[in-house]
């Protein structure tokens, strides 16, 4: 393994083990939980977004494998401080990367998110690594629900 692989996985194991703005959400009900069927993971998202716009919280719940809860861990961080409009740019441009539909390499201007570059290659792994980022993009609001 190259250092650069191993300095990824250390970032993966790191967010998996301590995951960031994970909390317990059983006030929001299963079926509100996003599911990725193929790995068995499972994730409730809450957002919380200010009168400015901005992505004030991020937390999650849920089980999953070490690669969705990394992402959902490193999602919750790189969001949180965004406007709505900027965050749903970013969680596009993460999934369209992984999913070959944009470079890679966009994922290097992304910090710690470049650990995810190597899964790119692997679909099953790519369904685990988005399915925070797509729970995102459904629970923030809409431009028709903005004032
Ligand atoms: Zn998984």
Known sequence: M?????LYQEIVMDHYRRPRNKASLDHIPREMAHEN??????????????????????????????ISTASASLMTENVIGLTVAEARTYAGSFIRALRGEEPVEILDG???????????????????????????????PSASEEG
Do not use: N, Y
């Not at 068995?40 to 070490?66: H, M, P, W």
């Open 37 to 66: 069927p193929t790995c068995g993971d499972s994730i409730k998202l809450e957002v919380v977004v200010g009168t400015d716009d901005t992505v004030q919280s991020v937390r999650f719940d849920g089980k999953g494998c070490a």
């Open 2 to 6: 190259s250092p650069f692989e191993e």
């Open 110 to 140: 992304m910090g710690d998110l470049a650990a995810f570059k190597g899964i790119a290659s692997f679909p099953v792994r790519v369904k685990c690594a988005t399915l925070a980022w797509h729970a995102l993009l459904l629970s923030l």
